[in-house]
């Protein structure tokens, strides 16, 4: 194997030593996670905050008089207020809890179904790259509007082909949603670009952060999107507990996603009052444990630093790629020259499956399959990929495990 100088000040034996998953042994062996696109492994800090409010703190929020309550509340409250810092939204109350991404596109598509602002013939413009939960919700309403929904093509190496996007941009354009990074193929897609092409017609822009949050500096002034969702467990927090940013003077325009607990003012049996933002579009008792778990995840990778976790990973992320060239019977899927720590690949006449298998027998984490993202595999005409996805905790040492492995497993199985 190649030495890979890495120019980090990244302490990586402390940072894995914060994670105490990656300790584990697996049937005898050391476990190699390289699965962190589907999810991230928690630090300390989480499972101790964790840990902490059930054991100490335990109470629902918003509503209590009590000590338990206030504090649930302030350290929930907190967390959100750490969501904002985090991306620079103009407004704490611009952060809408959720229970993840999925929720928070669903949450947007039915807002605006119920408003009428979508009206027959409109136009809502999606990816080939998406995956499901960024498709589905809008085919829902579209269905419910007899909107139209048009499809940004992509090109071999799984990249955007923005002369086509642009050529679908019109005055029936009222809403574009695209994801920052794809989850299956790591391609990052031109946001920037997309939002201020958009913006020209008036066309409301959500991004899909789910797979860029735990990689990129985000800023939602400067992209200037109006929308912007991602899942806590993608960047080191609890499952279950998302969020959707939204520019205030919209969210305020448009009508509440559920009706119950807390979304309200006044209830009376003749009507009802609606709460403020960000109450307005959180009904119910929320994943109150999510929410402060995700708060300090939010303070770990702060404290890393998503710049440094960035340039490490895209060490991890070129050395990587330079082995698994080195494979004769490999062909990538999707090679965009933009692109994070997402590996999609194939080898000639074996079934990702079986190389799933083969790799999970020496401890080694990796996922198979079309990775809800079935149009992009019609794409390439296949039906799914290995994907190898790395986060700031992985190693040289590991990759050579992995590169070792996988080798070993198509000289089995060919």
Request: negative net charge; charged residues 25%; proline residues 3%.
């Amino acid at each position: 194997m190649e030495t890979l100088e890495l120019n980090t000040e990244l302490d990586i034996k402390k940072i894995r030593d914060n994670f105490p998953i990656l300790t584990r042994q697996i049937k005898g062996k050391q476990l190699v996670y390289l699965d962190n696109a589907a999810t991230t492994q928690k630090p300390n800090s989480v499972i101790n905050a964790i840990n902490k409010y059930y054991k100490e703190e335990n109470s629902n929020i918003h509503r209590g008089a009590h000590y338990l309550s206030e504090m649930a509340t302030l350290e929930y409250e907190k967390s959100r207020r750490k969501v904002q810092s985090f991306f620079n939204a103009q407004h704490e109350e611009e952060v809408i809890f959720t229970k993840g991404t999925t929720d928070s596109i669903n949450l947007i598509a039915t807002i605006f179904e119920r408003s009428g602002i979508i009206k027959p013939g409109d136009e809502i413009l999606i990816s080939e790259l998406e995956h499901h939960s960024n498709i589905v919700p809008w085919q829902m309403l579209c269905s419910n509007t007899n909107a139209l929904l048009k499809i940004i093509p992509i090109n071999e190496n799984g990249e955007l082909i923005i002369e086509e996007f642009e050529n679908l941009l019109s005055e029936k354009t009222k809403i574009v949603s695209v994801n920052y990074i794809s989850n299956s193929l790591g391609t990052v897609n031109p946001v920037e670009k997309i939002i201020e092409l958009s913006h020209k017609y008036d066309t409301k822009v959500i991004i899909d952060a789910a797979q860029a949050i735990q990689h990129k500096k985000i800023d939602v002034q400067n992209l200037d999107c109006d929308f912007l969702a991602f899942s806590g467990h993608k960047i080191y927090g609890p499952t279950g507990i998302g969020v959707l940013y939204g520019k205030k003077e919209l969210l305020e325009t448009l009508p509440p996603y559920q009706g119950g607990g807390e979304m309200i003012k006044e209830v009376r049996f003749d009507k009802t009052t609606f709460n403020s933002l960000p109450f307005k579009y959180e009904a119910g008792t929320p994943n109150i444990i999510g929410g402060i778990g995700l708060g300090h995840a939010i303070d770990y990778v702060n404290e890393i630093g998503i710049n440094k976790i960035d340039q490490y990973e895209n060490h991890i992320h070129t050395y990587l790629h330079k082995e698994l060239e080195k494979i004769d019977k490999l062909t990538f899927i999707g090679d965009a020259e933009n692109k994070v720590s997402v590996h999609s690949f194939i080898i000639e006449n074996i079934h990702p499956a079986d190389i799933g298998t083969m790799l999970d027998a020496n401890a080694i984490a990796i996922r198979t399959g079309h990775h809800c993202t079935q149009p992009v595999m019609q794409h390439f005409s296949i039906t799914g990929t290995c994907r190898a996805s790395i986060a700031f905790y992985n190693t040289i040492e590991e990759i050579d495990k992995f590169i070792y492995s996988l080798n070993k497993a198509i000289k089995m199985l060919s």
